[in-house]
């Protein structure tokens, strides 16, 4: 485990961080692809109840207290155990919930194994554990529109096992629960980075995990066979925005943990939104032109933000990219 003392804040520290932000979030998304067998857990303690797990695939929100663990996202397959060798280190408490923010592996993967660790609470937090039976495993929370990918019709074989599959799904806008003393809102972000991504709100550590609706080190993953748009990237992006508060010199206050890469705050997520939002009105205005495909490329629109999150290999190249933004604004994103 790292020591927490070397990522102290306010963020004196910052610079360290971003510098090996890219090259964080560009192994993760190739770690999504891959087994890696020698990967090291770490834990950033952010602030309130909750910490930042990093290096199981996806970033993942840890949040402790007397109720028990709440985990948003679970990691990789193949990290589950060293997951929960960590959360055993950090809290003695049960793990009690899991909030999946999106249907990627790199996400979900885990499930199945962390959340059969835990026990459900019946009641909605009112009374005390259920049966031994009954109770077995964690409650699994996303939207349910996370269970319809996961999932497959009678007869057609699952892409998932049934074990990592939700438990508890929504299909509001908003489901709001409260544990270790605090208001947890959760917010469906319709067709984003997919059609099931769902922001984790922690009310009294003020603390927001993003999932990959927010990913520093790289451009926006836009999954447009499962319902991503650029549109509902900017739209969430915002939502972010809109619930953070900054502190002294726009530094601090409320923290966003990134689907991957560093932790950041909302100055972080404004920059961010800016590059976005003008990559996606330099596009949408070739489109209005009828440039082809091709000829957008070729016009290389990402040009000036390139060496901050541009890649040409790996898991998702500048090239990927553009070619979502244009078909984002060419064709009406994709609903299961």
Same mark, same amino acid.
């Given at each position: 485990m790292l020591n927490p003392d070397i990522f102290q804040f306010p963020m004196k520290r910052r610079t360290a961080l971003k510098l090996g932000g890219a090259a964080l979030a560009r192994l993760a998304w190739g770690q999504q692809n891959q087994n890696p067998a020698n990967?090291?857990?770490?834990?950033? %303690?952010? @602030?309130?109840?909750?910490? &930042?797990?990093?290096?199981?695939? +996806?970033?993942?929100?840890?949040q402790t207290g007397k109720d028990g663990v709440l985990l948003v996202d679970t990691g990789l397959a193949q990290n589950a155990d060293k997951v929960l060798a960590m959360i055993r280190e950090m809290s003695k408490g049960t793990i009690r919930y899991v909030i999946n923010t999106h249907v990627h592996p790199d996400h979900v993967g885990g499930?199945?194994?962390?959340?059969? /660790?835990?026990?459900?609470? /019946?009641?909605?937090n009112v009374v005390g554990n259920i049966g031994e039976s009954a109770s077995e495993g964690a409650a699994v929370i996303a939207h349910e529109n996370v269970l319809n990918r996961m999932s497959a019709p009678?007869?057609? @074989?699952?892409?998932? %096992?049934?074990?990592?599959?939700?438990?508890?799904?929504?299909?509001?806008? #908003?489901?709001? &629960?409260?544990?270790?003393?605090?208001?947890? @809102?959760? =917010?469906? @972000?319709?067709? /984003?980075h997919t059609d099931g991504d769902s922001i984790v709100f922690f009310r009294r550590s003020d603390v927001i995990a993003a999932g990959d609706l927010f990913t520093p080190g790289t451009y926006p993953i836009i999954d447009l066979p499962r319902g +991503?748009?650029?549109?509902?990237?900017i739209a969430a992006l915002n939502q972010i925005i809109k619930l953070s508060i900054p502190a002294d010199k726009q530094e601090g206050g409320t923290y966003v943990i990134p689907g991957h890469g560093h932790l950041c705050d909302q100055a972080d997520v404004v920059v961010y939104r800016d590059m976005v939002t003008i990559v996606r009105d330099r596009v949408q205005d070739m489109v209005?032109? +009828?440039?082809? =495909?091709?000829?957008? !490329?070729? /016009?290389?629109?990402?040009?000036?933000?390139?060496? =901050?999150?541009g890649s040409n290999t790996g898991f998702w190249t500048?090239?990927?990219?553009? #070619?979502?933004?244009? !078909?984002?604004?060419? #064709? !009406? %994103?994709e609903k299961k």
């Open positions: 990967t090291q857990l770490h834990v950033l %303690p952010v @602030q309130g109840n909750v910490s &930042m797990l990093v290096g199981a695939g +996806g970033n993942i929100a840890v499930n199945e194994k962390i959340a059969k /660790a835990g026990k459900t609470i /019946a009641g909605g009678t007869g057609q @074989q699952a892409p998932t %096992p049934q074990g990592a599959w939700p438990t508890d799904t929504f299909f509001v806008t #908003e489901k709001d &629960m409260f544990f270790n003393g605090e208001g947890i @809102q959760i =917010l469906h @972000q319709p067709n /984003a +991503g748009n650029v549109q509902g990237i209005k032109k +009828g440039m082809t =495909l091709a000829q957008v !490329k070729a /016009a290389q629109p990402t040009l000036d933000y390139d060496p =901050l999150y500048t090239d990927m990219f553009v #070619e979502a933004v244009y !078909k984002s604004l060419s #064709e !009406k %994103p």
